[in-house]
């Protein structure tokens, strides 16, 4: 070889490798299952993961956190997307990796088929198709714990709308699976007229017109169609938890109602004066908040994801049970 052809391709070896550096920080690639068991440290940080449910295969995003120590049992957090939303936008929008590396938990993020999930009455086709997407969840839930040795213990759920609506609906079918649950401008689209006990957290517009948080032409007490308004779902909550003497402090738009409860529970329920149907505090690409429109922009009131964490942090698992 030629002195000047070793050179270009010298060159080109060093233009070639800031670009493999960055595909493969971008954890597209599955871990090697022949080269021993992997670590956090060899792993990328966030991986697709593909199993069979229901006869059908299914996938999830699953986000360890940075320098997961041997041995510990992090928690797990399962965030569920909201409908015509996808796991990567839910990934990206509300901010969830990060804070699960600077507290060392454990964040998965399933798809729902058609992006969207079988909550009872909403949405989209997923109420004709039947599908089992409780099964699913639990399914995500124990794949998730296996591959990073997650506390089963220490589950938590939550959802935005339509990914609310499922959390909910989880926890009416699936008892005891959770330590706490939330809910981002969701209600319950599926029969529980007794929801089993939770630590349960809220958070709503006050202007949210897609699900109401009161009565209103938009919500509907039982039937095909039926969307309870929000409080209604706080209130059955509020009785499963047999909570009592609720308090509601103020700071500007923001109001946080929280009550006495039976001991290892409570619910708390956070409204925004103002608000649409919205994630507040969520990052969201132009594009998205076009689809939106101007009503449902996220609210820099607070940070929904700093408190569902804050909330579930402070709630493990009750030591003599429930």
């Known amino acids: 070889m030629r002195p000047r052809d070793a050179s ?10 800031p670009v493999l550096l960055v595909l493969s920080a971008c954890g597209g690639s599955q871990p090697d299952r022949t080269a021993g068991p992997a670590t956090s440290a060899t792993l990328p940080a966030t991986e697709r993961q593909t199993i069979t449910w229901d006869g059908q295969s299914r996938t999830y995003l699953l986000h360890r956190p940075a320098g997961q120590a041997p041995g510990r049992r992090p928690p797990l957090v399962i965030v569920l997307h909201g409908a015509s939303v996808t796991a990567e936008q839910t990934e990206r929008y509300y901010r969830w990796d990060p804070l699960a590396d600077a507290s060392g938990f454990v964040v998965a ?11 009872g009455s909403c949405c989209g086709d997923a109420p004709n198709r039947g599908t089992d997407d409780i099964g699913f969840i639990n399914a995500v839930m124990t794949d998730a714990s296996e591959r990073t ?21 989880y926890q009416c079918q699936r008892p005891e699976q959770l330590a706490a649950i939330g809910s981002v401008a969701g209600t319950f689209t599926s029969p529980c007229d007794q929801p089993p006990p939770v630590p349960f957290i809220a958070i709503h517009g006050v202007d949210d017109q897609v699900v109401s948080f009161a009565q209103s032409s938009n919500t ?57 149907h919205q994630w507040p505090g969520a990052t969201i690409d132009g594009a998205r908040l076009a689809m939106d429109g101007p009503r449902n922009q996220p609210s820099k009131a607070i940070d929904a994801t700093a408190e569902l964490w804050s909330f579930f942090a402070a709630h493990p698992p009750s030591p003599t049970g429930r």
């Open 8 to 17: 270009v391709i010298d060159l080109l070896v060093v233009l070639a490798l």
């Open 220 to 276: 509907a007490e039982a039937g095909s169609r039926m969307r309870l308004p929000a409080v209604e779902m706080v209130a059955r909550f509020l009785a499963a938890d047999r909570c009592h003497d609720p308090v509601t402090r103020s700071a500007g738009p923001v109001h946080t109602q929280t009550a006495s409860c039976d001991p290892g529970l409570d619910v708390e329920v956070i409204t925004i004066d103002g608000a649409g």
């Open 109 to 119: 993020y399933p798809q729902g088929i058609n992006n969207a999930w079988n909550a």
């Open 149 to 169: 040795d997650a506390d089963p213990s220490r589950r938590y759920l939550t959802g935005v709308s339509n990914g609310a609506m499922m959390t909910v609906r």
